[in-house]
């Protein structure tokens, strides 16, 4: 009896170690993105990176838009662009609401360590917009303490807001912390460089502001979930499609050449 006990155990776990040994291997986070065959991006209307126009059916371009699409059609899926609230980004991301952030995103410490993320593809800065009539008046940091800034919450205007202990209010956008200072609810805002080539200035929504310094620099990355292997695939993607040239052509475009990064 013992002798038949004892069999029947042996079986019991050579039938549990082989039936954990067939168990599927988990679902990468690229062949979850192949099997539903698209790419969300989440992002926000940051001129030129990413803004609005209907003639495009995504209903989207701008520099990031434009190789998102092409980095989407690489993988052999459509492309699908959400606005995020920025200050979320990270909880959209992990909830599978989203399945990369790409939106002219600063490399932050926070954005490192919470996701993974490609190598750097452009060069940016976070510098104060303000009305040109006053601009002389503001020559240092230390001038512009005691204004009261507009920043994007959850953007690395933000932070450097923070970290320069500068007074500040939180709005949903950079184009929101731009109309802030238009409409003269506050004195300055704190937005990217490549926004503020774009949206300011002659020629532009907002001839009357211009941007009197730079407060940080800094490199623009894309975000997919920690661990994703979309990360490296993109890396590959865009050194083949910089190689080729498309990418210059691209950032031409939209008149980002200047702040590629080469690969």
Same mark, same amino acid.
Request: charged share 20%; net charge negative; proline share 2%.
């Given at each position: 009896?013992? $002798?038949?006990?004892?069999?029947?155990?042996?079986? #019991? #776990?050579?039938?549990?170690?082989?039936?954990?040994?067939?168990?599927?291997?988990?679902?990468?986070?690229?062949?979850?993105?192949?099997?539903?065959?698209?790419?969300?991006?989440?992002?926000?209307?940051?001129?030129?990176?990413?803004?609005?126009?209907?003639?495009?059916?995504?209903?989207?371009?701008?520099?990031?838009?434009?190789?998102? $699409?092409?980095?989407?059609?690489?993988?052999?899926?459509? @492309?699908?662009?959400?606005?995020?609230?920025?200050? +979320?980004? #990270?909880?959209?991301?992990?909830?599978?609401?989203?399945?990369?952030?790409?939106?002219?995103?600063?490399?932050?410490?926070?954005?490192?360590?919470?996701?993974?993320?490609?190598?750097?593809?452009?060069?940016?800065?976070?510098?104060?917009?303000?009305?040109?009539?006053? =601009?002389? +008046?503001?020559?240092?940091?230390?001038?512009?303490?005691?204004?009261?800034?507009?920043?994007?919450?959850?953007?690395?205007?933000?932070?450097?807001?923070?970290?320069?202990?500068?007074?500040?209010?939180?709005?949903?956008?950079?184009?929101? =912390?731009?109309?802030?200072?238009?409409?003269?609810?506050?004195?300055?805002?704190?937005?990217?460089?490549?926004?503020?080539?774009?949206?300011? !200035?002659?020629?532009?929504?907002?001839?009357?502001?211009?941007?009197?310094?730079?407060?940080?620099?800094?490199?623009?990355?894309?975000?997919?979930?920690?661990?994703?292997?979309?990360?490296?695939?993109? +890396? !590959?993607?865009?050194? =083949?499609?910089?190689?080729? !040239?498309?990418?210059?052509? @691209?950032?031409?475009?939209?008149?980002?050449?200047?702040?590629?990064?080469?690969?």
């Amino acid at each position: 009896m013992k $002798k038949l006990t004892a069999i029947i155990l042996s079986l #019991i #776990i050579i039938f549990t170690l082989c039936a954990c040994g067939s168990e599927a291997p988990a679902e990468s986070d690229l062949d979850y993105v192949k099997g539903k065959g698209s790419l969300v991006v989440g992002m926000t209307e940051f001129k030129p990176m990413d803004y609005r126009d209907s003639s495009d059916p995504t209903g989207w371009v701008g520099f990031d838009a434009d190789v998102a $699409k092409l980095f989407a059609d690489s993988l052999g899926v459509k @492309i699908e662009f959400v606005e995020v609230d920025w200050d +979320n980004k #990270i909880m959209e991301l992990n909830s599978k609401s989203v399945d990369c952030l790409w939106n002219g995103m600063t490399l932050t410490p926070e954005v490192i360590n919470s996701m993974s993320t490609t190598n750097p593809y452009c060069n940016n800065a976070q510098v104060v917009v303000l009305n040109a009539d006053v =601009a002389d +008046n503001y020559k240092d940091e230390d001038s512009i303490k005691n204004l009261s800034f507009a920043v994007e919450s959850g953007s690395a205007g933000e932070a450097a807001a923070n970290e320069k202990g500068f007074n500040s209010v939180s709005v949903l956008t950079q184009a929101d =912390a731009l109309m802030e200072v238009a409409s003269g609810t506050c004195d300055a805002c704190i937005i990217d460089l490549l926004m503020a080539g774009a949206m300011i !200035g002659e020629g532009t929504s907002y001839p009357q502001l211009t941007y009197i310094m730079e407060l940080t620099s800094e490199e623009y990355g894309v975000g997919f979930r920690k661990g994703s292997q979309l990360a490296e695939e993109f +890396n !590959g993607f865009y050194k =083949a499609a910089f190689e080729s !040239g498309l990418i210059m052509e @691209i950032a031409e475009k939209y008149g980002v050449q200047e702040s590629i990064i080469c690969r």
